[in-house]
């Protein structure tokens, strides 16, 4: 099993970017529409089409979520994978058309360094279309798509992916991109706030520091203004209701609390997207729900420290280090 949330079966994500600008869109796609819902916890997002995501609505089904870069006009990212599904005949049937449905978030990254002059240009628009017809299997993580220009506090944040197993055999994956107010990672260390979760030295292995550093808890954040943001996707391959992944991405929002610190506060957009491929075998009891969120949230923090530790620096004057180039070695 792949240790992307493309190992969950019917669905691909796909990248594209501006190493000019500095900012990145990435685009999953379902195979066929799946359910899918939302949960906010941060308390400044950035959201198109999210509640149509809620369980009281009346769409049910998605055709693609999207994560972007470039605040509030990355919103356009999603019409970009809006019209690159169109034109390959997906979409929600209105009589004799059809309309997408492709929900997203956007990420603050507009004071990384790169240039911003795009002008009148609707690039994420671009960008949008691209990382749609890019999607695939297997993908990059760090900086890559949405995550080429995150950051967190004090170590530059990235794109992460994460999958695992139930004990009864259903699949569970997160997408993340880390543009986190906080830190990932233990005071001035290099270790993982997410630790305890990690599977195969997916992230350096290093485990919990030894001893506990001083400054382990000290309060540190990137700045006083919304610049903030981390945006995930978990997916399931369980048959799940609509009010049932609504649960999940609640849930899944645990996995931020393991790996970040703060997480949720006034200044984040902190959100989940949750989906429901529904290509498992069987049902899933509710046991199996309630460990699939488990799950989840597990895959969540462990995407958000593959994110910080796969990333790169931005090549801009001021930028912040990257976890390798800050630790490794060391």
Not at 74 to 82: Q, S
Not at 140 to 163: E, F, Y
Not at 304 to 326: M, N, Q, T
Request: glycine content about 14%; overall charge neutral; aromatic content about 8%.
């Amino acid at each position: 099993m792949k240790n992307l949330i493309t190992g969950v079966a019917g669905l691909r994500v796909g990248h594209a970017q501006d190493e000019r600008l500095g900012s990145g869109v990435t685009a999953l796609l379902f195979d066929t529409p799946a359910i899918a819902s939302i949960a906010v916890h941060g308390g400044a997002p950035g959201l198109r089409d999210a509640a149509l995501l809620e369980p009281s609505m009346t769409i049910e089904r998605v055709d693609a979520l999207v994560i972007s870069g470039g605040s509030v006009y990355g919103l356009d990212a999603m019409g970009g994978v809006a019209a690159f599904l169109r034109e390959n005949g997906r979409g929600y049937t209105v009589r004799d058309i059809k309309v997408p449905i492709v929900p997203g978030a956007i990420l603050f990254d507009l004071l990384n360094g790169g240039d911003k002059s795009f002008g009148r240009e609707p690039v994420y628009w671009h960008l949008g279309y691209r990382a749609a017809a890019e999607a695939k299997d297997d993908f990059a993580l760090g900086s890559a798509g949405a995550g080429l220009g995150a950051t967190t506090a004090d170590l530059k944040g990235g794109l992460g992916s994460a999958c695992d197993a139930t004990s009864g055999g259903f699949r569970v994956g997160a997408l993340v991109a880390v543009n986190a107010l906080g830190r990932a990672t233990i005071g001035e260390g290099p270790h993982f706030w997410a630790a305890p979760y990690e599977k195969n030295s997916e992230y350096g292995g290093l485990g919990w520091p030894a001893p506990w550093p001083a400054d382990a808890l000290n309060f540190r954040i990137k700045g006083d203004a919304p610049e903030n943001t981390t945006i995930a996707i978990v997916a399931t391959d369980a048959a799940l209701t609509k009010p049932e992944a609504k649960r999940l991405a609640i849930m899944a929002h645990d996995g931020m609390a393991r790996a970040l610190r703060p997480s949720h506060a006034c200044f984040d957009g902190d959100t989940v997207f949750s989906a429901a491929t529904g290509t498992a075998k069987k049902l899933p009891s509710t046991r199996d729900r309630i460990e699939i969120g488990l799950a989840a949230a597990d895959c969540l923090a462990r995407a958000i420290a593959r994110a910080v530790y796969e990333a790169l620096p931005l090549p801009f004057p001021g930028a912040l280090p990257s976890w390798r180039g800050k630790f490794e070695g060391r």
